[in-house]
């Protein structure tokens, strides 16, 4: 499983930023996925999960009402919008899968940075 991650980059605050995390896998959809967050000097942390469906999402409380998760099946590809962005989203964002939405997922991504900043 090789999980690609893009789409990060640099925002100033209250812009918007849409990563994108493409999977190469076999049965892509059978797989839920998730995004996390490292920012320096902490723990990795649960941003976003999806089903293997797209019909259940869940999300962190300090991104809920910000953020979107969502996949597009037919391209092997999750996306996380990410929206009204402030500076402590700043991070290495990782995409993750597994068979089910989880906070220790079996595959992961390489990460893409976000950086929020005026």
């Known amino acids: 499983v090789q999980l690609q991650a893009s789409g990060g980059g640099l925002m100033q605050p209250g812009g918007s930023l849409r990563l994108s995390c493409t999977a190469s896998?076999?049965?892509?959809?059978?797989?839920?996925m998730g995004w996390f967050r490292q920012a320096p000097g902490e723990e990795r942390e649960f941003v976003a999960g999806?089903?293997?469906?797209?019909?259940?999402?869940n999300y962190a409380d300090s991104v809920k009402g910000r953020f979107t998760i969502s996949r597009d099946n037919a391209k092997n590809t999750g996306y996380l919008q990410m929206s009204r962005l402030k500076p402590e989203d700043t991070a290495v964002y990782y995409c993750?899968?597994?068979?089910?939405?989880?906070?220790?997922?079996?595959?992961w991504g390489q990460g893409t940075q976000v950086t929020v900043s005026s």
């Open positions: 993750a899968l597994d068979r089910i939405v989880t906070t220790t997922p079996r595959y």
């Open positions: 896998v076999h049965a892509f959809s059978s797989y839920a």
């Open positions: 999806i089903n293997w469906s797209g019909d259940s999402t």
